[in-house]
């Protein structure tokens, strides 16, 4: 069977990780829910998410920010004849998206008090985290998620709102929240797989790296290394540590450069040159935007495709 997806212009491969970690929990691999672990909350069950960045203006997570999202949503539920549960996004530093912390309340109130809306609670996504140099920096983010949402939730009780929801935590920083903390669930998404960016966050191990994109060797001159996936295939991401990329069983190869179809390598340090229609694999950098290139993906064990997987979720996201 897996000579089947050979020949291919880059062919996917979810590797063992994830199919044995399937197996363990007696369900298939999927990308989004389907984790296996039941502190993992399935975020889609929150209708919308509203927050504007800073105070109440800006763009929200899933719509129009701060209070123009309230107004759109009371429509919507007016129009639908639904209510709709609502979650109030909060920025813990990543400036991206989320009512400042001190405007959380005043959004709240405005959510509660809006007809058609049900105000479920607060999320957060701290994805400042990855910018941070070592462990140390990592835990600092998390914290300061932790806390920050702590200290918002006692806010919103002390002005008499229920919170049942406090939703936080990414692959990197889930490890320093806990329930103690307020959280009620945490959205770590990338872990499923694990990609470099991950690696070099020492959040997980060599071996938990469970995705690879098998390429072909195309081309050889010197110690040059040509193979059939480039930035369509790998993304033009670049990490300041693994750059676009790094082959798996290779470690003196160095991607140098991406085109479209092609990714060109130096292989001055490797030990042996691979030969032409040579497969390679590819661990990503930044796994979220591969899969969501991919219409399928492999589930291999022990050199053998034993699963094809759907990836439901490819170009959802706009
Ligand atoms: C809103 C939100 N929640 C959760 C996640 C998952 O984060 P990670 O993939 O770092 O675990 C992301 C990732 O981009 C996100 O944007």
Not at 48 to 77: D, F, S, T
Not at 99 to 118: D, F, T
Not at 119 to 140: K, N, P, Y
């Amino acid at each position: 069977m897996a000579e089947e997806f050979q020949g291919s212009l880059a062919h996917v491969l979810a590797s063992t990780q994830a199919v044995q970690q399937a197996e363990d929990d007696g369900a298939p691999p999927s990308v989004a829910g389907g984790t296996g672990r039941d502190d993992v909350g399935d975020f889609r069950q929150w209708g919308v998410v509203v927050g504007g960045v800073g105070e109440h203006e800006g763009i929200g997570a899933r719509g129009p920010g701060g209070q123009r999202a309230v107004q759109g949503y009371r429509e919507l539920a007016r129009s639908t004849g639904r209510t709709i549960p609502v979650l109030v996004e909060v920025d813990t530093g990543m400036n991206r998206v989320g009512a400042a912390p001190a405007a959380v309340v005043k959004l709240a109130e405005e959510v509660s008090r809006a007809p058609g809306l049900e105000f479920r609670g607060v999320m957060t996504h701290a994805g400042h985290s990855h910018d941070a140099s070592d462990e140390l920096g990592i835990e600092a983010v998390g914290r300061q998620e932790a806390a920050v949402m702590g200290g918002v939730r006692e806010d919103l009780e002390a002005a008499g709102l229920d919170v049942p929801v406090a939703s936080a935590g990414s692959s990197i920083t889930s490890a320093y929240l806990t329930a103690a903390d307020g959280i009620t669930e945490i959205r770590p998404g990338t872990y499923v797989y694990n990609d470099l960016r991950i690696l070099g966050r020492h959040a997980c191990t060599p071996d938990a790296l469970a995705a690879t994109v098998l390429a072909t060797v195309v081309s050889t001159s010197g110690r040059r290394i040509t193979i059939d996936a480039g930035s369509k295939t790998l993304t033009p991401t670049k990490d300041a540590t693994y750059g676009y990329g790094h082959l798996r069983h290779r470690p003196g190869a160095v991607f140098t450069r991406l085109s479209e179809e092609h990714g060109v390598l130096d292989a001055r340090d490797d030990l042996s040159m691979p030969s032409i229609g040579d497969k390679v694999q590819v661990l990503p950098v930044h796994v979220c935007v591969w899969m969501d290139l991919q219409a399928e993906v492999y589930g291999v064990r022990g050199g053998r495709v034993v699963e094809r997987i759907t990836v439901d979720a490819m170009r959802h996201s706009l």
